[in-house]
């Protein structure tokens, strides 16, 4: 036992150190968009933040904070990315009167077609997130151009990322969808045929999956989905790349190749996303 302990003593300095910055939670309640929800959301601000400036913003769900933060760390060094505050909404949860979960909301949240997701954040987490500081007292001030958002997650994470910036390409133009649940569990399965007849938004996304994701005889297969996201997304003119990798239903894989994603979606932040030319020729006539 005394030799565990004293091995933990070496590690914990080390773990400490998986990101430079300084990290914030946020405990919420009181949404009226998801009422009865209660939830954590952890935010990231790295060091080079200098609290007067309003910086760019990348959203993660479920909890990605970890990652976004080394990625964040290592990217805004060498200029490949700006400096950035990742903020990570964790799914909702409905508690009794005892405290105790009775529904965990992911599902109603992540999935969702609609804009809902979009609004929660922009009328209540963000404006939330802005109201707190740093310990040094540092304000936090999130840039409103959409180019200067990201937003990220993987299974209904994923979707939801998509689908956030679908809706509202106002808020963001920069999208991570790690095996996403472009199935028929809410309606993502439409997501192909809309993005082929739909007007191109300014958008840039970064699909990945496994081969051997999820398949499920009322749904379908996740990994099919993906590449028929892909195909849509390609015809449809968007600036877009994927990777496909080996394994199930898992963002183990996407966790991996974070860095050089974050890379790739930000390589032209000082000069913005631009909206593609779709190859539907109907589209493109009227």
Known sequence: MKRLLCLLATLLPFAALAYNGEMLTLKMHGSKIYPGSVREVKIYIPKQYDGTTPTALIVGTDSQETVLAECIDSLVVDGSMPVTIAVVVRPGRILNAKGDVVRYNRSNEYDRMDGRFASFLEKEVLPQVEQLKCADGRAILLSKNPSMRAITGSSSGGICAFNAAW???????????????????????????????GEPRALRV???????????????????????????????????????????????????????????????????????VSGNKSLNDI
């Open 206 to 276: 970064f699909l990945q999956d496994n081969d051997e994701d999820t398949w499920n005889p009322l749904f379908g297969s996740w990994f099919e989905y993906n590449t028929l996201m892909l195909s849509a997304l390609q015809f449809a003119g968007y600036d877009v790349r994927h990777q496909w990798d080996k394994g199930g239903h898992s963002g183990k894989n996407g966790r991996m190749i974070m860095k050089e994603v974050m890379r790739w979606l930000w390589h032209d932040w000082q000069s913005g996303v631009k909206v593609g």
């Open 167 to 197: 809706q509202r390409p106002d808020m963001f133009s920069r999208v991570y969808a790690m095996c996403g649940t472009f199935v028929p569990f809410r309606g993502g399965d439409q997501y192909p045929a809309l993005v082929r007849k």
